[in-house]
């Protein structure tokens, strides 16, 4: 508020916030301005909440902004574009630099992880994220991250559906978490150490949650998956690209043990997942002389990474260069814009904002 004394000595005038704006004290007795604020502070108690709430507004005004991004809020930084234009250097038509945190923000995942075909894309990116770069990420990114996490950890906990991938995010991260507040101190966690702490918790106690989950068997009495023919459920089973859901699938009747037995089936399963030169080097032997496809697999897993397959990824517009979800409309000036559209996997994505 301006200064409006005759001089520095001066206390200057008192002034009313109203409807209309900021006017000056009149006394109603003498009917001029006050030009005292002391002689204000002596007026009735409507007088003085005025005043208080005067010197208060901006104070007031700033706690509840802060207060609409607060660590308690459980919903997602929002952005009516969908896209984002990723670009990693200054030009004269736009300053600065695109960042993880950022596109992390404007891409819509909170929906994502709803979508069947998203879902394992997005738990897979979260997954790398945890693993190296939660520390690139903005503070409001990171409360994002937060709140994902927790409606993914949701949604499994109601249609008990990919419980392992989740234990193994969850594993992942805490395991990141622990070794980043032993460097407390040295700036690589934003916001204060015992919000962290508070969301280990958090994680420790969602990982609770999916081992207290008891699978219930539906109620559905007619066909099920043993009654197919043989040929079928090998057919079925082909279509499983991890190794362990085969195991767990074995271990639900004998005669599903001797069909995840399968030789073939592990034989197709090692040479979708790695090249024959992978396979060449790790040969292992069973007692009858044959190739152990099983042990094989499992110990290629351990030496090379898997063949990952979405149903729905990222796509990055070599054209304009924007980075939007498949199906989304963004400002493309190509004559044909789906031709210039490339899949990302989420090691791509990450990659993509490396420097």
Not at 225 to 244: A, V
């Amino acid at each position: 508020m301006p200064f409006l004394g005759q001089d520095w000595r001066s206390p200057g005038q008192s002034w009313v916030k109203t409807a209309d704006g900021w006017t000056r004290f009149l006394d109603e007795k003498s009917g001029g301005f006050v030009g005292d604020i002391s002689s204000f502070c002596k007026k009735d108690d409507h007088n003085k909440e005025n005043l208080f709430n005067s010197l208060n507004y901006d104070v007031a005004a700033k706690k509840r902004k802060k207060d609409l991004l607060n660590n308690k809020a459980k919903i997602q930084y929002f952005h009516q574009e969908k896209w984002i234009y990723v670009h990693k250097g200054s030009t004269k038509e736009r300053h600065g630099y695109c960042t993880l945190g950022e596109a992390f923000n404007r891409l819509d995942f909170s929906s994502a992880i709803l979508d069947s075909r998203r879902f394992n894309y997005v738990v897979r990116l979260l997954e790398l994220i945890a693993k190296s770069q939660l520390t690139s990420l903005s503070g409001i990114a990171q409360k994002n991250y937060m709140n994902i996490l927790e409606k993914v950890v949701q949604k499994v906990l109601e249609d008990q559906q990919n419980i392992r991938l989740i234990r193994e995010l969850l594993q992942t991260l805490y395991t990141s978490l622990c070794t980043l507040v032993q460097r407390v101190g040295k700036s690589v966690l934003v916001g204060n150490i015992n919000m962290w702490v508070h969301r280990m918790e958090s994680i420790l106690h969602w990982q609770q949650q999916l081992n207290n989950i008891q699978i219930t068997r539906p109620a559905f009495k007619g066909t099920t998956f043993t009654d197919l023919p043989l040929c079928l459920q090998l057919n079925i089973m082909q279509r499983l690209s991890d190794g362990r859901d085969l195991v767990s699938l074995g271990q639900v009747a004998p005669d599903l043990q001797v069909l995840s037995e399968d030789r073939l089936l592990w034989k197709k399963l090692c040479q979708y997942h790695f090249t024959d030169r992978q396979i060449r080097k790790r040969l292992i032997l069973s007692d009858k002389g044959q190739l152990d496809w099983k042990k094989m697999y499992f110990k290629l897993i351990r030496c090379y990474p898997r063949k990952e397959q979405y149903g729905d990824t990222l796509q990055l517009c070599r054209h304009c260069h924007i980075l939007s979800w498949k199906g989304t409309d963004h400002p493309c000036t190509a004559n044909n814009p789906e031709t210039c559209s490339t899949s990302l996997s989420p090691q791509d994505f990450i990659n993509l904002f490396r420097f």
